[in-house]
């Protein structure tokens, strides 16, 4: 089955006539929704997306994670990967999970959890960008991935349809995430997996000051050590394992088995 066809078997509602011309399902209207933000802004630049996975990201990202003892994007990568219950590249076997990648941009995380699902597996990035999806679609040559155009706050999949569920470097941009924290349990199957990398607010009282001024002026949310994990905690998730980073967080927990 064409992997069209498989991300249309996963939503709670099927368009009457798809609109898939710019090579995702495209579920919101024809332009991105105006950004309240300036984070939110950039992300929805025609630039970002060209320097957004080869400099913006590793750079960014790893020195928020503590560079050069933080994880770098490849052991990052192979951390999500173990966490989601997912193979290695490199493996004959892989699972065949069906995997969602929450806010995608262009496709980097996505890519890296397709590495690690078998052939009959089929992982969908899901972002509200139509510039970083233009870059998914571009660069991901893979037949079992798929992108979507739609809004994390209320994932458009029917319930439990997904054994795991990332969210990696969004979090913190979404005007309610504690709705998206919701929306990711509710599409996850029992004993299904979800990967939440995000913000850290650090706990040195200057550094603390001068973030918060830049998180007001930017829109980038920092939460606290415990906040994530907490939330998931009180959805009911078991087995939560929060790695603290300098300014970022790597949090993993699992829906508990019916
Ligand atoms: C920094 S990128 C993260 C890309 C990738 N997940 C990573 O870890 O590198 C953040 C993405 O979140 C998307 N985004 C922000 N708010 C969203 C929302 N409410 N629904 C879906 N995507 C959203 C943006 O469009 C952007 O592509």
Known sequence: MAVVERVLGLLREVPEVPDLGAGYLNLLGPADEPAPTVAQRAMQSAFLPQIYEKVWRPIGF??????????????ENDLARRRLGLGRPGDLAKPAATVLDVACGPGNVTRALAAGTGEDGLVVGIDASVSMLRRAVEDTHDKHVGYVRGNARDLPFRDGVFDAVSCFGALYLFDDPWAAVDSMTRVLRPGGHLVILTTRAPRLPLAGQALTSASQLTGIRLFGHDEVAAALRARGFKGIRLRPYPLMQ?????????
Do not use: M, Y
């Open 250 to 258: 790597f949090v993993s927990a699992q829906l508990p088995a019916r």
């Open 62 to 75: 790893n020195v928020a994670k503590g560079w050069p003892f933080g994880p770098d994007t490849a052991q």
